[in-house]
């Protein structure tokens, strides 16, 4: 009897116990739930237009869970709250609340708090007004960020901490008010600054010109953020560093003066102040001088002020590298960049929205990536024979570039150098690199003395061909002469890409990875001919079929998760497995039950319409690695030359699982490419 006693009330104290660690209650506006000796923030009561943020209740600590929040109220938590009060009890003030309570237009600190954290408030975009509370010792970086109608601050004697990004962007600040006698902070003319001489905070109150205080000795990277008067400004004597800070945030400025005593300031100074003029400096400074409103640093052009300039000249002043001032200048048209330069940096001319014309100079040898990217009006541009090199990116969304005309120097191409550059033709020669990076990217080519013509005119004109094998096990071989008797100059997969040099009635010369020999025209297929190989040939085939009101499935069973996918897809079927297809659609890998769909048989012979998938390194001399793990670092099992037929397996992000040669292992998506075969034509198309 006892022990039955002691049974139920064990069991009660553990449902008793079990109740207190679910409690939830309501105080001031928002919902707790108790949980292991902490209340969290769950939800707010929806007809409370106050709430009052605790630090702690009955004891236990509150704890803010901004995800948790979010997700349980789907972004709608706290929109008819209009006034958040900060409870004594909570001394250091941490979370995201400005995100959650939007409309807040009263923010009320009581006495006690202490300290206020990094974005806490941020995003409270109709709060007028703000002061703080007698115990304030600091606040964090972006505390404030974004109050845009935040139109008076009051700083009490207390507060010896206030980051320099705690009311970035709040451009609706017309008065800053300080505590007299302040140990740290004070106001000049209406402008913050510390008792260090640092300018921290600009208000908006309507000014047209500023000049600094004549003791300034830095400018805080956020003085500026979102000004939208200022349009002189002038810095006083005495300032010697602008490196950290500079312009940024002066929407309106036109020109700007900089003293005799400046030595040191970044290229970037200036960064997004788009209306400028001109760059003035008080004559007789060592380092600087403007020389037509364009300034200079030891005879190194240093900024270019954006209006007032549709075409500049950019001459050599020593130094290789082309000086990275044009970024985002939306006004110039045209350049002419003279010889001694040998390296376009990264983003060098990104976003010349209006940039029409530049003339490169000979001896230039690298174009970085995104050097030119964005540069919309862009029609075309010839690269000099100098260079070898043109990064990732590098002329990637130029909507107007028709021609770019790219010379045998080049030997290395970066990732998708002309991404929606969709208009775009590249001329060169016959044989070159932009030759055959052109063929497995399926761009449109031109030797300048013919029509443009595109990937699937190659398959056409024979120029190209892959290595077929009678079984996908075997090798063919090259040899040094039309015979099988020549020396033998190396052997090679199915699927393998050959370029024709010339063409013979038993023996085909060809090129594979920069070496040329002869491959019997029994081991090779011709592109045009590619939909009338069969699977010992190709290996695995894949179905390519139009689906139409059907499910796709994560795992092979009906209870699955359902993946989301467009209306009308095309679906490749990789597999069978079962009563089911595995399928790639929509760019993942599902499930789809064979009742559910009709695969496809081409109408002028009884086969599959197929894809198959190639290496396609943009380097035709290099190999790719199969490697044991999807990373760099992961051991090479072999290197495959371009064109060499894999069996993707699986894709994992940037990489994709692969069967070939006999092995499984991991190769980059990028240089990875799928050949679908339709009717028989063969397009080329890019994993990366």
């Known amino acids: 009897m006892k ?10 104290l553990l449902c008793l116990c079990s109740l207190a660690c679910a409690q939830s209650i309501m105080v001031d506006g928002l919902i707790y739930e108790l949980r292991e000796g902490t209340y969290h923030v769950v939800n707010v009561d929806n007809s409370a237009d106050t709430v009052v943020l605790h630090g702690e209740i009955d004891g236990y600590k509150v704890v803010y869970e901004y995800h948790t929040v979010i997700k349980n109220r789907d972004y709608a938590f706290g929109e008819n709250v209009k006034t958040m009060v900060v409870a004594s009890d909570y001394e250091t003030v941490e979370g995201y609340y400005g995100w959650l309570f939007p409309n807040v237009e009263s923010l009320v600190f009581e006495e006690g708090v ?65 505590a007299d006698g302040h140990p740290n902070y004070q106001v000049i003319d209406g402008v913050l600054y510390t008792k260090g001489q640092q300018l921290l905070l600009m208000p908006n109150d309507g000014r047209t010109k500023l000049i600094t205080n004549e003791n300034t000795a830095t400018v805080s990277p ?75 640093r030891e005879n190194q052009l240093w900024f270019l002020p954006f209006i007032g300039r549709l075409a500049f000249d950019l001459p050599f002043y020593g130094e290789t590298t082309v000086p990275s001032v044009f970024s985002g200048n939306g006004y110039i048209e045209s350049i002419s960049i003279q010889r001694g330069y040998e390296v376009i940096p990264y983003d060098a001319f990104s976003n010349c929205v209006s940039l029409k014309q530049i003339s490169l100079p000979l001896g230039l040898k690298t174009i970085e990536p995104w050097a030119f990217s964005y540069c919309e009006y862009l029609e075309s541009i010839t690269i000099p ?4 090199k043109i990064g990732d990116y590098a002329f990637s969304s130029c909507k107007e ?27 060169g020669e016959k044989d070159s690199f932009a030759y055959r990076y052109a063929l497995l990217n399926n761009i449109p080519f031109t030797t300048g003395t013919q029509a443009p013509y595109s990937a699937s005119d190659f398959a056409q004109k024979l120029e190209a061909c892959v290595v077929a094998m009678p079984s996908k096990d075997e090798k063919a071989t090259m ?73 796709v499935y994560e795992q092979p069973y009906e209870g699955a998760s359902k993946l989301k996918i467009t209306s009308d897809p095309d679906v490749l079927i990789l597999d069978t497995v079962g ?28 086969e599959y319409i197929c894809m198959i998938s190639v290496v396609a390194n943009p380097d035709f001399h290099d190999r790719l690695h199969l490697r044991d793990k999807p990373s760099t670092s992961g051991k090479s099992l072999g290197r495959y030359f371009n064109g060499t037929q894999v069996e993707i397996l699986e894709y994992q992000g940037e990489w994709v699982y692969v069967r070939v ?15 679908y075969l339709n009717n028989g034509e063969a397009t080329l198309r890019g994993n990366g």
């Open 579 to 606: 009563t089911w297809y595995q399928v790639y659609i929509n760019n993942k890998v599902g499930y789809v039950s064979t009742y559910e769909l009709d695969v496809a048989y081409n109408a002028d012979e009884d």
């Open 222 to 296: 956020y003085a500026f953020c979102g000004n939208e008067t200022v349009t002189e400004l002038l810095i006083s004597e005495g300032l010697t560093d602008l490196t950290m800070s500079g312009f940024y945030g002066l929407n309106a400025l036109e020109k700007v003066t900089l003293p005799q005593s400046l030595v040191k300031m970044n290229r970037f100074s200036a960064f997004n102040a788009t209306k400028l003029r001109a760059i003035e400096v008080v004559e007789g400074n060592p380092y600087f001088e403007s020389r037509e409103g364009v300034l200079y």
């Open 401 to 427: 570039l028709k021609r770019v005309i790219i010379p045998s120097s080049v030997t290395e191409m970066g990732s998708l150098p002309f991404s929606r550059s969709d208009q775009v033709v590249i001329q």
């Open 385 to 388: 024979p100098t260079v070898t």
């Open 661 to 675: 040669d006999g092995k499984t292992g991991y190769m980059l998506s990028k240089y990875v490419t799928t050949l």
């Open 3 to 12: 022990k039955a006693v002691l049974l139920g009330l064990t069991v009660l």
């Open 479 to 551: 040899y040094d002469k039309a015979s099988s008797k020549g020396k033998k100059l190396g052997s090679y997969l199915n699927g393998t890409t050959a370029i024709i040099k010339e063409s013979g009635s038993v023996f085909t010369l060809v090129e594979i990875g920069g070496k040329q020999g002869y491959i019997a025209n029994d081991n090779l297929v011709f592109t045009n001919e590619l939909t009338h190989l069969k699977s010992p040939v190709l290996g695995r085939e894949s179905n390519f079929v139009r689906g139409k009101g059907f499910y």
């Open 114 to 178: 202490r300290h206020i954290k990094s974005q806490a408030f941020s995003g409270l975009r109709v709060l007028p007004k703000l002061s703080f509370p007698a115990t304030l010792e600091t606040v964090g970086d972006y505390a404030f960020e974004g109050c845009v109608n935040l139109k008076e601050i009051s700083i009490p004697i207390t507060l010896v901490g206030l980051s320099p990004s705690a009311f970035c962007n709040c451009n609706g600040i017309e008065k800053i008010i300080v």
